[in-house]
């Protein structure tokens, strides 16, 4: 099976916004699949150079160390979220910390129509980091349907958050992309996925892929010998937290400072995952 591809373009690029066609393709793409792909959204030099900082930050983290790093009690910015797989809340700074990449003007004006509007938030931003030899993860939703209790409703709704993942190499099938089940967000909760029901694409530096948060989706086993890094980054409405996902976890590494100096309309949006690696400080502190 394959995923809608939408090619953004050097003048949608300079305009910061998709043209009307492209658009419609797109908001088509997520709705009906669950998931689209955004190709040449960032100029491949910047995610070079997103990768470069990656590798002096975490190159040496070999996977004893990586393992060892992952298991250090809360607030802990690395997660082991499968065999060789981690998650890590890079800080924000350098590369990371550029409005250009989580405040990407296409995609801002893409999903801000989606979300609802300005009050839109950015709930988490982390690297999915699989290492050589890792297994295939267990398939899931980010997050369930809402009110699953109610079997019609959930699937029903429309996007209440989306995972944009942003490869920070180009991730063939043998180094592993996140394998997704196009239609799943629409399926009912018990619903299992079947292997032929798959899309597992190629992704290209300059890719962001738009994923509905239910959609669901598995990251693919790394049979080559380079660590891949994807960049994952949840926006979501301003009223849906993912406490499931964030109990005790880190969404994003930043100081008040470091947000403080964002511009505006960025501090808005990194609030509320702010408040919440707040918290998980706050709550792994607490004298017992
Ligand atoms: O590693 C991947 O490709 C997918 C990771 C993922 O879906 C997750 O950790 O929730």
């Known amino acids: 099976m394959d995923l809608p591809i939408i090619m953004v373009s050097d003048a949608e690029r300079a305009q910061g916004r998709l ?3 492209s658009a419609f393709a797109a908001i088509k793409g997520l709705h009906e699949e669950g998931a689209v792909i955004l190709r040449g959204i960032y100029p491949t030099e910047g995610i070079d150079a997103l990768y470069q900082t990656f590798q002096a930050r975490y190159g040496n983290l070999d996977p004893a160390r990586m393992l060892a790093a992952s298991q250090q009690p809360p607030p802990n910015f690395i997660q082991k979220v499968g065999e060789g797989r981690y998650e890590i809340a890079p ?58 209790e109610f ?5 029903a709704l429309p996007l209440y958050a989306v995972n944009v993942t942003v490869p920070l190499i180009d991730v063939d099938q043998n180094i592993g992309p996140t ?6 967000h629409r399926w009912p909760q018990e619903q299992e996925s079947t292997p032929e029901g798959m899309a597992s694409v190629a992704f290209q530096r300059g890719d962001a892929i738009v994923m509905d948060y239910r959609t669901m989706h598995t990251g693919m086993p790394n049979s080559s ?52 690696a707040l918290r998980a400080h706050q709550l792994a502190t607490l004298p017992a």
Request: a neutral charge; charged letters at 15%; hydrophobic letters at 45%.
């Open 179 to 184: 394998a997704i089940w196009p239609g799943s």
């Open 91 to 148: 800080r924000m700074t350098g590369p990371f910390g550029h409005p250009g990449l989580f405040a990407n003007a296409v995609l801002m004006n893409f999903l801000w129509p989606l979300l609802g509007g300005d009050i839109m938030r950015l709930a988490s931003m982390t690297v999915v980091a699989s290492y050589p030899g890792s297994a295939m993860q267990h398939i899931h939703r980010d997050h369930g349907q809402l009110f699953h």
């Open 225 to 276: 010998n380079t660590v891949r890094p994807i960049l994952y980054m949840v926006y979501s409405r301003e009223w849906f937290f993912d406490d499931n996902n964030h109990r005790g976890r880190t969404p994003m590494a930043i100081t008040l400072a470091e947000l403080q100096a964002m511009p505006k309309e960025s501090q808005l949006l990194l609030m509320r995952a702010w408040q919440q």
């Open 151 to 155: 079997a019609q409703i959930g699937p």
């Open 19 to 21: 043209a009307q066609e």
